[in-house]
């Protein structure tokens, strides 16, 4: 994954949210700030938990926010966001929530691309603490580039 993809200016620490919809939020703003999608993507992620669920809770305390390829992603790309104090997304078996990334994928095969490396470097437990407690955003972004 090339370095536009997760700029530092699109990780944010200890960020304050008061419930889902304003964590999702925020992630959907570091899309946006980082030239990656407009404020139609960062809606349509907030749409679609309202319409399908918690499912984007995909581990304990963590959401992967998205919403379907559209017009409204220029480019592939990620945000990261540790909350300040963690929120409830509805979720019985992972909340509450306490990191958010955010998600926009130009076409199904980068989201499928950018998922499967994100799963590689999640899914390992430590790794998974040690970003957690991290404030470093170029230790994020060797973990989830692969530098």
């Known amino acids: 994954m090339s370095d536009d993809v997760l700029p530092a200016s699109a990780i944010r620490f200890n960020a304050e949210a008061s419930n889902w ?4 939020t925020i992630s959907g703003d570091l899309l946006v700030e980082s030239g990656a999608t407009t404020e139609d993507y960062t809606a349509a992620m907030v749409q679609t938990v309202e319409e399908l669920g918690p499912y984007m809770v995909i581990a ?11 017009e409204a992603v220029h480019h592939t790309g990620l945000s990261w966001v540790t909350l300040a104090q963690p929120v409830e997304f509805g979720s019985e078996a992972n909340d509450p929530v306490d ?21 590689r470097v999640l899914a390992t437990p430590e790794v ?3 970003l957690r407690a991290s404030n470093d955003p170029e230790e994020i972004r060797a973990a989830l580039l692969g530098e």
């Not at 919809?21 to 999702?24: N, P, S, V």
């Not at 304990?60 to 559209?70: D, E, T, V, Y």
């Not at 955010?102 to 998922?115: E, K």
């Open 99 to 119: 990191l958010v990334v955010g998600l926009a994928a130009l076409d199904h095969d980068s989201h499928i691309q950018v998922m499967s490396k994100l799963a």
């Open 21 to 24: 919809q304003q964590a999702i």
């Open 128 to 130: 998974l603490a040690r």
């Open 60 to 70: 304990p305390g963590f959401a992967l926010a998205h919403a379907r390829p559209s």
